[in-house]
């Protein structure tokens, strides 16, 4: 069967600092990887998304960045983080072909920018 | 601008008592995902459905699907403190992103159950 796992869980962070989420997915070949953010228990916003290797796609220009150096492991980073970049964030995975488009989903991480 | 509306945003109600969350939109999709989230946990897919009209049942949870694929309705009968939680609705655009597995998701129902 298929998991995803990230981390870390929780993350404060200061203003300006780096950061680095990662996420890895077992059980499948080729998925397609996605990053969500979600503010206050709310809707999921679509920051990326990765058809494969090397292949990003943003969403919404941002302070973060996603990459993706194996194919089942994805990344979310920054170099400088803004107190706006608090938030819940949630990587996601689906199966790399068309039906169905359910996705899966991780734990989530809880960053707080102090 | 919201692709998906989920109405209503917030509900709460007491044990035994039956609801409806509906999601709604303009545009068609291919196919439409349900999901339940707990405070600091990541969504958990209830259900799917992809045909137009389709009624799918998980015990207490009744799903359907418009006859156009425009719109979704959650049913819960007899609500339970343990139904507490965020219901999401997401849709995959017909015709496009579905390459990508692309879901649009609503703003979320918070459901509240009182024993």
């Known amino acids: 069967s298929q998991t995803i796992h990230q981390w870390p869980a929780t993350l404060v962070q200061p203003v300006g600092s780096p950061l680095s989420l990662e996420c890895t997915v077992e059980g499948t070949s080729n998925p397609n990887l996605y990053w969500y953010r979600q503010a206050a228990g709310r809707g999921l916003q679509l920051l990326f998304y990765?058809?494969?290797?090397?292949?990003i796609s943003s969403e919404v220009p941002q302070n973060l960045s996603a990459s993706r150096p194996q194919d089942r492991q994805f990344i979310l980073s920054s170099k400088k983080l803004l107190l706006s970049d608090s938030g819940f964030y949630l990587c996601?995975?689906?199966?790399?072909?068309?039906?169905?488009?359910?996705?899966?989903f991780g734990e989530g991480s809880w960053l707080t920018v102090v | 601008t919201q692709l998906l509306e989920q109405s209503p945003q917030f509900l709460s109600i007491q044990e035994g008592e039956n609801l409806t969350v509906y999601c709604n939109s303009s545009?068609?999709?291919?196919?439409l995902q349900w999901y339940r989230q707990e405070p600091g946990e990541g969504p958990v897919l209830l259900v799917t459905v992809v045909t137009g009209g389709e009624v799918k049942k998980l015990k207490r949870l009744t799903f359907q699907f418009g006859d156009a694929r425009k719109d979704s309705s959650l049913h819960i009968t007899a609500a339970q403190p343990g139904d507490t939680g965020l219901y999401l609705c997401a849709g995959a655009l017909s015709g496009r992103g579905s390459t990508l597995g692309r879901l649009y998701f609503g703003r979320g129902t918070q459901l509240t159950v009182w024993p």
């Open positions: 545009s068609v999709f291919s196919s």
């Open positions: 996601a995975w689906s199966k790399p072909d068309t039906s169905g488009n359910t996705i899966y």
């Open positions: 990765s058809v494969g290797i090397g292949q």
